[in-house]
C-alpha cells in the first residue's frame, strides 16, 4: 500500500527498493552464523520459555516461517498485522515476517489494555493479532482473545508461549523449529514490488487529546529516522547492543531495530528493568557498543556506577517528554558518551550528542542535520516554530499522508499535514539563546506522560467520574517518571476492579493502589516504553 505519490521525483531507484526485511535479508546473507537476536538471561521470570539466542541464519528462517503462516491464512496483501509482545526475540522476528509476508505491522505498546487495543486496531481494520501467554502478571493470549471479540475485522489471533488458549494459532513451533517447514517452499526474502521502500511498513499510535490517532509510515520514512540516529551516534559496522525499548513506537523502532539491521550486529534484548542483569548483558556480549534506555534509566545506571569501563562507550537515552531534556542535569560519566533522543510522540525525533560540558545539545531551527557535528552531513528533518508556539516538523522521516487515508473526512483524530507537509507536534517550545535553536517547554495540550507511557487526561479523568461520581485523577510531579498518577475515591478496592473490567491502563488502575504500591506500574512503563 502506497499513501500518495508513489514515485517522488527525488528518490533514486535504488533508494525506493530499499525495505527494512530486504536490509535483514542481505545481512543473514552476509553473517549467517553471526549472532543476530539474544533474550534477556531472566527471560523465564516474565514470558514463557528459555532465553533465545538465535544467529542470522536462524532468525531469518524463522522470518520466513511465520510470514508463510500469515499468508497460509489467507491474509491479503497489505493487512495490517496486530502485535503485542513483550521485548523478546519473537517481537523482532515477528515484525519483519509481517513485512516479508507484504503486509503491515501495528506495534502496541506493552501496557494497553482491551479498551486502548480495540479503539488502536478498529481505527485501522486489523485482520489479525499476534501476542504472547504469560507476559509479567497478565495473560496476552486471553487480553487478545477479549480484544478480538469487540473488534469486527480481526480474523485471527495468534501467540507465542506455552499457555495454549482455545481459539489462539500457536506459533512457537515456527521458532523452535528455526522455521523450517515441510512441504513448503521459503518465501523470497524482499519484496518485488515497485517502488517498495512508498510501501507502507507499520503503524504506530499517538495519544491526542481527543483519542489515538494512527501514524503510518513508509520503509523509507522508517528508514530515515533510524539513520538519523545511526549517524549521530557513530555506531561501528557489526556492534552490539543492548536494548531496554520494545519497538512499539515510532522512537523505538528506530532506535532498536533500524541501528541493529543497519550495522547487522547483535541485538540483546531486556525486559526492564534489572540493573544487574543489563549489566551482565552489555559484558556478556562481545563488543557492545551501546546500551539503549529511557532518559530515566540512563542516569540510574550513572546512579548505580554500573557505566564502569567494561560498559558501551555509549548511551542513547530516549526522552519521551522532550520538555524535560533542558532542565536535565550534566552526564557526569566520562567513560560512557551519551546521546539524547528526543521523541516529539509520533510525529519524528532528534538525537544529538551531549556537549563537552555535559549538557544537552538546543534543538535547532531549520535544518535539522546528522550528524551534527562533522563532515558528510545529511538532512533528516526541518523544524519551525508555528503562529501559536509549538514545534512543527517535516522532512524524510516524517509521516506525508495521514491513516486511513479517509481519515480527513471522519470525525475521529487523525494526524493533520499541512500542504507544506509541516506537522505540528503539539510540542510547546521557545527560541533559544543562540542563533537558530528552540526549546521544548511543554507537552501537548491535554496529555500526560507519565514514565514513557501518553495518556489523555481528561478523557481518563471523565471514565474515572462515571465510575464514581465523587472520584478525581490527577497528576503530580515527580522525580524519575516526570509525572506520576494519583487517584481518590470513596471505595479504592471498587474502583480498580472497575476499571480492571473496563479494560483500562494498568497505569489508571495503580493510581487507586494503596501508597507504597501507586508507583510500581507507573515505574515498569517508564523502562518499558
Partial sequence: MILGDAAPAAASDAASA?????????????????????????RSAFADGPPRRLTYAQADHAVTAIAARLRDMELPTDSVIGIQLPNTVENVLTIL?????????APL?????????????????????????????????????????????????????????????????????????????????????????????????????????????????????????????????????????????????????????????????????????????WRSEPRCAAAIVPAAVAFRLAEAKVLDADAPETVLALWRAP?????????????????????????????????????????????????R??????TVAEFAQSGRGTLMLRGPMVPHHCFPASAER??????????????????????????GSVTVSGAPAGITTVGGCRLPLHDLQDAVRRIDPRAALATLPDP???????????????MRAALAALGANPLVVAAFADHEDRGAAARHANAVR
Fill in 109 to 281: 505498546p506493552l501496557l494497553w489494555r482491551r479498551a486502548e487495543a480495540v479503539a488502536a486496531l478498529g481505527r485501522v481494520g486489523a485482520k489479525a493479532l499476534i501476542t504472547a501467554g504469560r507476559v509479567g502478571g497478565f495473560d496476552g493470549a486471553v487480553l487478545g482473545l477479549r480484544i478480538a471479540a469487540e473488534v469486527f475485522s480481526i480474523r485471527y489471533v495468534c501467540g507465542f508461549g506455552a499457555n495454549r488458549r482455545d481459539g489462539v494459532v500457536a506459533f512457537d513451533d515456527l521458532i523452535d523449529g528455526l522455521g523450517k517447514r515441510a512441504g513448503c517452499d521459503p518465501l523470497p526474502a524482499t519484496s518485488d514490488r515497485t517502488h517498495a521502500a512508498r510501501h507502507l511498513a507499520a503503524i504506530t499510535f499517538d495519544v491526542a487529546e481527543a483519542g489515538i490517532v494512527p501514524v503510518a509510515r513508509s520503509h523509507a520514512e522508517l528508514l530515515a529516522g533510524g539513520l538519523s540516529i545511526l549517524l549521530e551516534s557513530g555506531l561501528a559496522a557489526d556492534a552490539a547492543l543492548v536494548s531496554t525499548l520494545a519497538p512499539a513506537s515510532f522512537a523505538g523502532i528506530c532506535l532498536t531495530l533500524l541501528p541493529w539491521l543497519l550495522r547487522g550486529g547483535t541485538l540483546g534484548l531486556h525486559h526492564p528493568l534489572d540493573l544487574d542483569v543489563l549489566a551482565s548483558q
Fill in 323 to 371: 520538555e524535560r531534556l533542558a532542565a536535565s542535569p550534566a552526564w557526569p560519566v566520562s567513560t560512557s558518551t551519551l546521546l539524547d533522543v528526543a521523541a516529539l510522540g509520533e510525529t519524528g525525533l532528534v538525537a544529538a550528542r551531549r556537549n563537552g560540558d555535559g549538557r544537552p545539545a538546543p534543538l535547532p531551527l531549520g535544518r535539522v542535520a546528522a550528524p
Fill in 480 to 494: 524519575l517518571l516526570g509525572r506520576r498518577l494519583v487517584g481518590t475515591a470513596e471505595d479504592r478496592t471498587v
Fill in 97 to 105: 515476517a509481517v513485512l516479508r509476508a507484504g503486509m503491515i505491522a
Fill in 18 to 42: 530499499l525495505t527494512i526485511d530486504g536490509i535483514f535479508a542481505a545481512m543473514a546473507q552476509r553473517r549467517p552464523d553471526a549472532l543476530a537476536l539474544a533474550d534477556a538471561p531472566n
Fill in 410 to 435: 471522519g470525525n475521529l483524530p487523525y494526524l493533520a499535514i499541512a500542504a507544506d507537509s509541516m506537522v505540528d507536534s503539539g510540542y510547546a517550545c521557545q527560541r533559544g539563546d543562540g542563533a
Fill in 373 to 378: 557535528r562533522g563532515d558528510g552531513a545529511v
